[in-house]
């Protein structure tokens, strides 16, 4: 987390497709969901992780948060792309304070952008399993016109962002706060939106690897329009299943598998290039989130490339969802895409 406060707090997640909203309450230790919702953005509001149309975006916002008559103020956000760079390093071993002391100095040569652009932020993970006199940190760098480009969308919504963390992370606090830990378990938790894939290895419960991949649904939408010669509307309905007049069913479906298997391709090389080099450690389990999860092929063609089971991560599996608030078909429909703001959510007692 780059900054945060500990007060109530709502999860807002700004993808490139939509901005999803959860509110959570903790009662006798366990969370109940509060308020869930998204509101959809057009195309062009969010291209390429900057956000191009300021205007339409922080009315989205307003209008997402007044309709959910959400009382606070306080939001927890967080932020990913190329202006994110997360990295595991090595330190030698040392307390909080000395970390802190010295991380501009450490970062320098891990991060590739000029030190004093960003906003730095760690977390250790802990000492090293061979060798003890070192431990695992991981350092994460956000590019700082990024970071005040995001905060001022947020103020001028009327919102005040108190958290400020990376989607891969929040990913990795929506699995713990919902799974079971298994120590030595390798798992892949991939967030798989509209612009981009997240992709968080978690080693007994503990971040070993992430990644962005900057390819998302969006794929099967350009390989439908260019292939199908169909409208950005049309190839969107045909992607979620939609018979169209004059469509050929096969062909749809044909286009479907194949941009599941380049994505699924893609996902694969991340994780090989975890287990390549972390000697040679296999992912034994993955967990998919977001709203390209939802399709079917998708999971198929994961499953049949990887070999390995993959299953829907349930942001609110362990989260009491009231059915006489929330319409639990609505509930299961969106889920998927609420795991990112879920996590957020969850941030509000701070646990860094
Ligand atoms: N049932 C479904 N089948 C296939 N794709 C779906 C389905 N439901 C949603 N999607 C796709 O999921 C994507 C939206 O998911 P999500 O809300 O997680 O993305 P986002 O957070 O807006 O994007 P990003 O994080 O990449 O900027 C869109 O590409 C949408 O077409
Ligand atoms: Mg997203």
């Known amino acids: ?194 612009s981009a894939m997240n992709v968080n290895i978690l080693k007994g419960g503990m971040s070993a690897f992430t990644r962005d991949i900057q390819v998302g649904g969006n794929v099967f939408n350009d390989e439908i329009q260019k292939r199908l010669g169909l409208s950005g509307e049309d190839a969107e309905m045909a992607k979620l299943g939609s018979q169209l007049d004059g469509v050929d069913p096969e062909l749809v479906k044909d286009v479907l598998d194949d941009s599941a298997e380049s994505l699924a391709q893609e996902l694969q090389r991340s994780l090989d290039f975890f287990s390549a080099t972390s000697g040679d450690q296999k992912v034994q389990k993955v967990y998919i989130t977001g709203g390209l999860s939802r399709m079917p092929q998708m999971r198929k063609a994961l499953e049949q490339r990887l070999g390995i089971s993959v299953e829907l991560l349930d942001p609110f599996r362990e989260v009491v969802v009231n059915e006489a608030q929330f319409d639990p078909d609505y509930i299961r429909e969106v889920a998927p895409m609420l795991s990112v703001a879920t996590g957020l959510a969850m941030r509000r007692l701070g646990d860094k």
């Open 1 to 194: 987390m780059l900054f945060k406060g500990k007060k109530d707090i709502v999860g807002i997640d700004i993808g490139s497709s939509s901005v999803k909203l959860v509110q959570l309450r903790q009662v006798k230790g366990a969370f109940q969901l509060v308020n869930a919702g998204a509101a959809l953005l057009p195309p062009e509001v969010i291209v390429d992780n900057a956000v191009m149309d300021t205007g339409t975006l922080i009315q989205t916002l307003r209008d997402l948060v007044e309709s959910h008559k959400i009382k606070t103020k306080n939001v927890a956000a967080s932020i990913s792309g190329h202006s994110v760079i997360i990295r595991k390093v090595q330190l030698p071993v040392m307390t909080q304070d000395e970390v802190e002391a010295s991380i501009q100095w450490e970062a320098e040569q891990y991060i590739p952008f000029d030190i004093s652009e960003v906003n730095l932020d760690f977390q250790i993970l802990g000492p090293d399993d061979k060798d003890p006199s070192v431990m695992a940190v991981i350092l994460v760098a956000a590019k700082k016109d990024f970071v005040s480009d995001y905060i001022s969308v947020f103020r001028e919504a009327g919102l005040n962002p108190q958290v400020l963390d990376v989607d891969c992370f929040a990913l990795e606090n929506v699995f713990e706060a919902n799974y079971p830990i298994t120590e030595g378990e390798v798992v892949a938790l991939i967030n798989m939106g509209a």
